[in-house]
Each structure stands twice: as structure tokens, then as C-alpha cells.
């Protein structure tokens, strides 16, 4: 079984346009799971049109993030920890620690979004959907062909969200002027809400899945460099557009008055703007970017530890199927909601992304020699930098509210 799924991702991002689309969608899916559909809707309620500025600061930091990430690792052809203990003995392994973490906090959250579509689907109660989605991902993941499998579906459910996500925003018309307006002149500013964005986008494990997909397949080196600057712009370019549009379809809703279901805001938001039909197809799509979510989170963690050993690397399927089925236990035992749990997960990520982003950052300041003699761009290193210390501002700022989020 051992390296089954990176194997078969490589066959099937080849079939749909090479290793470096692979790579976008990788990085894309992960970041369009159920956590980026939830966290839209909850932020959406509670701010208002207020909620286009922290839409464009997260954009504009997750480009500045993954064009440095994508630059250091891709130019490098070294995986992030491999690259943190080249730095500093150890610190590969604290990295690893975290992402694993993060990972598995996000993977929960990842789980609890199977259950929402199940329920908007088929109204299935939320520890029962759980359940069978985590068996259902095992499934597909000890599958030969999993990875084209999952290639070909994420395109298929890629086309329905956008779709019928534009559809519902164009129905709903939303204010448009005022989202303009307070893009730029917000009348509400929430620290917590900008980490919680960044850290569902390019947070934890989010942040290196595309640029280790990159190494898989073999696309680095300073020779590379136009290739995976483009794939990390483009790929964040996507979810910048579906983040967008899902806020104006969301925003035109509630600002018809419509009050939204609690448990499942997303659905209803989506029912009261397409009727029947919408809902089950929001169910569809939401059950299949949970589960999306799911094996790329597992994997991408997985992968952070399986480089420190070979025993651990002929392992690496069974851990992921380890990993999947972890996520669902305490999902199943936690007593949290799942919209709860989707917007933790983000910002549990967004603290952990300064961490890993600071060490790649010192690669790129001061260690030319692991870049292979690569002359860094001045500006790209300077507006790194200045991310770097925007995220850890954030993250910091936002603890109170994260302690909030789990107690309350």
C-alpha cells in the first residue's frame, strides 16, 4: 500500500494538465473545504458588509504567504521540516508537532462539515453523518485509483460551488456599493475574524500542501521558479473568488431580513435563496469538499512525519487511515457544534502559521545555500517579512477570542 495515493495523485494531475495543476488544486481544495464555507456564512451574519475589509487583509496576506512558501520550498525542492532542521536542529520536529495538531484540530472540523452536508442533504443527525463520511474517506482513500478518483471529483464539485454559489449571489443581490464602500472603510474591524480567514486558507497544513505537492512531483529548483510562483497566485486566486462570491450571496440573503438557521447557517442561506433544490445541491457539494478536505488534511499532516523515518514512510497509508479515524472518534466524542468546531479550526491554524512561515522566512533571508545559490527577490523577502509580522500580531490578538470560541 505504501505511497499509493501520492502515487495515484500524480497519475491523476497529470490526466487533467500536469503535476503543477495538481498542485493548485491540491492547495485550493483544501482551502474551499467546509471550515472556509462556514466561517464565510458565520462572519457574514455577524458583520455584515463590514466583512469585505477582512476579506481583502486575508486575501492580500495569503498571496504575500504563499508566494514566499511556494518560492523557499519549490526553489529549495525541501520539504518545510526538512528545511526547519537545516536551520535549526529540532525545530523540523516542533514544526511537524504543530502542523500534526493543527491538522488534527482541523480534520474534526473537517468531519463535522460531512455531517452538515449529510444533514442538508438528507437530514442525517450530525454524529451518524460524521460516521459514515470518515468510513466513506477511508474507502476512497485505500482505493488504487484514489487520487485520480479525487482529482476528477473535486473538478466536478469545483464547478457545481461556483456555479450555483453565483447563481444564489445573483439572485440574492446583494448590496454591492456597501460592500465596496467598506471594503476599504470598514465600520467594524475583528482581529479574531481576519486570523480565523488567513488560518483557513494558508494556515497549518494548508500553507505546505501545495508547495510539498510540488517537491512529490518533482517541480523544483531555481529553473522552476515561474512555474510555482504562478500555481500559488492562481490557486489562491480561486479561493479569493469563491470566498467573494459566497459573501455576496450570503450577505444578499441576510439583507433581505432572513435570520439563518443556527446550526447550519450555510444551508439555510442557500435554501432561502434557491429553494429545495438548492439546499440538496449545497449538501452535495458541501459533503464532498468535507471529504476533499479530509484525505488532504490527513495526508498533508501525515506527511510531516513520515521524512523522519523509513519505517514510518512504509507506513505512510495506514497512518493516514489512522489519522482519518482519530479525526472522527473525537469528533464523535467532543461536544462541540460542528459550525463550532469549523471556525475554531481556522483559528487554531492562524496561530500556528507564524511558526512555520517565520522559519521559511529565515531560509530565504539568510540561508541562499539551502536555495541552491538563489538570489531572493528584495521585494518579495521585505513583503514576507512584513506578513510574517502581521500574522503574529493576529495571532496573538486573537487568543482571547479563540478561548472564547471553545468555552463558550
Given at each position: 500500500m505504501t505511497g499509493n495515493l501520492a502515487t495515484a495523485r500524480g497519475a491523476g494531475a497529470g490526466s487533467v494538465g500536469g503535476p503543477l495543476l495538481g498542485a493548485i488544486f491540491l492547495m485550493a481544495t483544501s482551502a474551499v473545504g467546509p471550515g472556509f464555507i462556514t466561517q464565510t456564512t458565520t462572519f457574514t451574519v455577524r458583520l455584515g458588509a463590514a466583512f469585505a475589509f477582512a476579506i481583502l487583509v486575508s486575501i492580500l496576506v495569503d498571496i504575500a504567504v504563499q508566494l514566499n512558501v511556494w518560492r523557499v520550498i519549490g526553489v529549495s525542492g525541501r520539504r518545510a521540516q526538512d528545511l526547519g532542521?537545516?536551520?535549526?536542529?529540532?525545530?523540523?520536529?516542533?514544526?511537524?508537532?504543530?502542523?500534526?495538531?493543527?491538522?488534527?484540530?482541523?480534520?474534526?472540523?473537517?468531519?463535522?462539515?460531512?455531517?452538515?452536508?449529510?444533514?442538508?442533504?438528507?437530514?442525517?443527525?450530525?454524529?451518524?453523518?460524521?460516521?459514515?463520511?470518515?468510513?466513506?474517506?477511508?474507502?476512497?482513500?485505500?482505493?488504487?485509483?484514489?487520487?485520480?478518483?479525487?482529482?476528477?471529483?473535486?473538478?466536478?464539485?469545483?464547478?457545481?460551488?461556483?456555479?450555483?454559489?453565483?447563481?444564489?449571489?445573483?439572485?440574492?443581490?446583494?448590496?454591492?456599493?456597501?460592500?465596496l464602500r467598506q471594503s476599504v472603510l470598514p465600520d467594524d474591524v475583528d482581529f479574531l475574524v481576519i486570523t480565523t480567514l488567513i488560518g483557513g486558507t494558508v494556515g497549518g497544513y494548508i500553507t505546505y500542501a501545495g508547495a510539498h505537492r510540488l517537491v512529490d512531483a518533482g517541480i523544483s529548483g531555481p529553473a522552476k521558479v515561474a512555474e510555482v510562483s504562478r500555481g500559488s497566485v492562481v490557486a489562491l486566486l480561486?479561493?479569493?473568488?469563491?470566498?467573494?462570491?459566497?459573501?455576496?450571496?450570503?450577505?444578499?440573503?441576510?439583507?433581505?431580513?432572513?435570520?439563518?438557521?443556527?446550526?447550519?447557517?450555510?444551508?439555510?442561506?442557500?435554501?432561502?435563496?434557491?429553494?429545495?433544490?438548492?439546499?440538496?445541491?449545497?449538501?452535495?457539494?458541501?459533503?464532498?469538499?468535507?471529504?476533499?478536505?479530509?484525505?488532504?488534511?490527513s495526508y498533508t499532516s501525515v506527511s510531516f512525519v513520515v521524512t523522519?523515518?523509513?519505517?514510518?514512510?512504509?507506513?505512510?497509508?495506514?497512518?493516514?487511515?489512522?489519522?482519518?479515524?482519530?479525526?472522527?472518534?473525537?469528533?464523535?466524542?467532543?461536544d462541540r457544534?460542528?459550525?463550532?468546531?469549523?471556525?475554531?479550526?481556522?483559528?487554531?491554524?492562524?496561530?500556528?502559521?507564524?511558526?512555520?512561515?517565520?522559519?521559511?522566512?529565515?531560509?530565504?533571508?539568510?540561508?541562499?545555500?539551502?536555495?541552491?545559490?538563489?538570489?531572493?527577490?528584495?521585494?518579495?523577502?521585505?513583503?514576507?517579512?512584513?506578513?510574517?509580522?502581521?500574522?503574529?500580531?493576529?495571532?496573538v490578538s486573537s487568543f482571547g477570542g479563540i478561548a472564547a470560541l471553545w468555552t463558550g
Open positions: 532542521n537545516a536551520v535549526l536542529p529540532g525545530a523540523g520536529y516542533a514544526m511537524a508537532a504543530l502542523v500534526v495538531f493543527g491538522g488534527l484540530v482541523f480534520n474534526i472540523g473537517n468531519v463535522a462539515g460531512t455531517s452538515l452536508g449529510l444533514d442538508a442533504l438528507f437530514g442525517t443527525e450530525a454524529k451518524i453523518g460524521g460516521a459514515i463520511s470518515a468510513l466513506v474517506a477511508i474507502g476512497i482513500f485505500l482505493s488504487k485509483r484514489a487520487g485520480i478518483a479525487m482529482d476528477r471529483i473535486v473538478v466536478v464539485l469545483g464547478v457545481l460551488m461556483i456555479g450555483l454559489t453565483g447563481y444564489v449571489a445573483l439572485v440574492a443581490g446583494p448590496p454591492v456599493g456597501e460592500v480561486v479561493t479569493g473568488a469563491m470566498r467573494i462570491v459566497l459573501f455576496l450571496a450570503v450577505l444578499g440573503v441576510v439583507s433581505g431580513g432572513v435570520v439563518l438557521a443556527g446550526e447550519n447557517a450555510s444551508a439555510s442561506a442557500f435554501l432561502h435563496a434557491a429553494g429545495e433544490v438548492g439546499l440538496r445541491l449545497f449538501g452535495l457539494i458541501l459533503w464532498g469538499a468535507a471529504i476533499t478536505s479530509v484525505i488532504g488534511a523522519f523515518s523509513p519505517a514510518l514512510e512504509r507506513r505512510r497509508n495506514w497512518l493516514v487511515v489512522g489519522f482519518i479515524a482519530l479525526s472522527a472518534v473525537l469528533f464523535l466524542v467532543l457544534a460542528p459550525a463550532t468546531l469549523l471556525v475554531l479550526a481556522g483559528a487554531v491554524n492562524g496561530l500556528i502559521l507564524p511558526i512555520g512561515f517565520g522559519v521559511l522566512m529565515w531560509v530565504a533571508a539568510r540561508r541562499r545555500d539551502l536555495l541552491g545559490g538563489y538570489r531572493y527577490p528584495r521585494w518579495l523577502l521585505v513583503a514576507g517579512v512584513l506578513t510574517w509580522l502581521l500574522t503574529l500580531y493576529l495571532g
